[in-house]
T-cell receptor, first 113, second 116 residues
Framework: DTGVSQDPRHKITKRGQNVTFRCDPISEHNRLYWYRQTLGQGPEFLTYFQNEAQLEKSRLLSDRFSAERPKGSFSTLEIQRTEQGDSAMYLC???????????FGQGTRLTVV | AQKITQTQPGMFVQEKEAVTLDCTYDTSDPSYGLFWYKQPSSGEMIFLIYQGSYDQQNATEGRYSLNFQKARKSANLVISASQLGDSAMYFCAMREHYNQGGKLIFGQGTELSVKP
């Protein structure tokens, strides 16, 4: 296993379009996290899954955002009706439990024009 | 209130010298973990070191050590013998154990530049 994989690495979209990102965690990691990172800031928590259950969502996750993790494996993060303020790096991380470090993917950089 | 504070937006260090990156935190949870991550320009967050709130000794991982001062709520990262490849953003993060989800709370980061 080569670590957490995210696709695409870069996405440019027009305002108002929908976008979907994919994250493949490390095999057998039952916890999966999504973070958003804007320029010059640290990552901010968006949501997390334990297996297929979405157990926590940040207030940052507006109703235009939806995340899924069918079958407890890969996860998708969809943003509907994108706005310029959605431009950011979207990071995915996974961990086997809460007592170990989280392993991050390389992120998807979204630019909304 | 800021839970993780990194007061140094940017730091410079001469190659082969040691450097300390500051981190203070705020929590009322008696059980928590502190992490340092490195983020090169490629974007990936790379785990460096972990300190548990009940750990008696400061954590060390190779050239990285964590100066944990619990009473002061500080968890500074010390990088010894800096290398050019250490140039990157460094983030301090905290996990509060009352939060069963295990999410990380990050500081704003410190950009480290290593001079040859």
């Amino acid at each position: 296993d080569t670590g957490v994989s995210q696709d695409p690495r870069h996405k440019i979209t027009k305002r108002g379009q929908n976008v979907t990102f994919r994250c493949d965690p490390i095999s057998e990691h039952n916890r999966l996290y999504w973070y958003r990172q804007t320029l010059g800031q640290g990552p901010e928590f968006l949501t997390y899954f334990q297996n297929e259950a979405q157990l926590e969502k940040s207030r940052l996750l507006s109703d235009r955002f939806s995340a899924e993790r069918p079958k407890g494996s890969f996860s998708t993060l969809e943003i509907q009706r994108t706005e310029q303020g959605d431009s950011a790096m979207y990071l995915c991380a996974s961990s086997p439990d809460t007592n170990t470090e989280a392993f991050f993917g390389q992120g998807t950089r979204l630019t909304v024009v | 209130a800021q839970k993780i504070t990194q007061t140094q937006p940017g730091m410079f260090v001469q190659e082969k010298e040691a450097v300390t990156l500051d981190c203070t935190y705020d929590t009322s949870d008696p059980s928590y973990g502190l992490f340092w991550y490195k983020q090169p320009s490629s974007g990936e967050m790379i785990f460096l070191i972990y300190q548990g709130s009940y750990d008696q000794q400061n954590a060390t991982e190779g050239r990285y050590s964590l100066n944990f001062q619990k009473a002061r709520k500080s968890a500074n990262l010390v990088i010894s013998a800096s290398q050019l490849g250490d140039s990157a953003m460094y983030f301090c993060a905290m996990r509060e154990h009352y939060n069963q989800g295990g999410k990380l709370i990050f500081g704003q980061g410190t950009e480290l530049s290593v001079k040859p």
